[in-house]
């Protein structure tokens, strides 16, 4: 079983910037994609971003040109890095693994952003 531990959550004012990290609590083989997703109170889970084993990225609409997701294949982590947040950001994250071996998901994370 691989657990995905996610950090760097919080509290950030309009405008500002956090960087999400998620990491495998053990090494994985292969190369498999990599995604956040994010939902907020009353909503439905909503994909985000992703990462192909090329590095290949893609991204909602919602989050275009202010997220960007990027890997470290080496440590089996994934990054998101929010900037210009805004309060409609405000949900828990989370990070997800798809591996040969099984769909893992990290237990979420909490972003608030506060005007």
């Known amino acids: 079983q691989v657990q995905l531990v996610e950090s760097g959550g919080g509290l950030a004012q309009v405008g500002e910037s956090l960087r999400l990290s998620c990491a495998a609590s053990?090494?994985?083989?292969?190369?498999?994609?990599m995604a956040w997703y994010r939902q907020a109170p009353g909503k439905q889970r909503d994909w985000i971003a992703r990462?192909?084993?090329?590095?290949?990225?893609q991204y909602a609409d919602s989050v275009k040109g202010r997220f960007t997701i990027s890997r470290n294949n080496i440590k089996n982590t994934v990054y998101l890095q929010m900037s210009s947040l805004q309060p409609e950001d405000t949900a828990l994250y989370y990070c997800?693994?798809?591996?040969?071996?099984?769909?893992?998901w990290g237990q979420g994370i909490q972003v608030t952003v506060s005007s």
């Open positions: 990462i192909d084993v090329n590095g290949l990225t």
């Open positions: 997800k693994f798809d591996t040969k071996i099984g769909t893992f």
């Open positions: 053990r090494s994985v083989p292969s190369m498999y994609p």
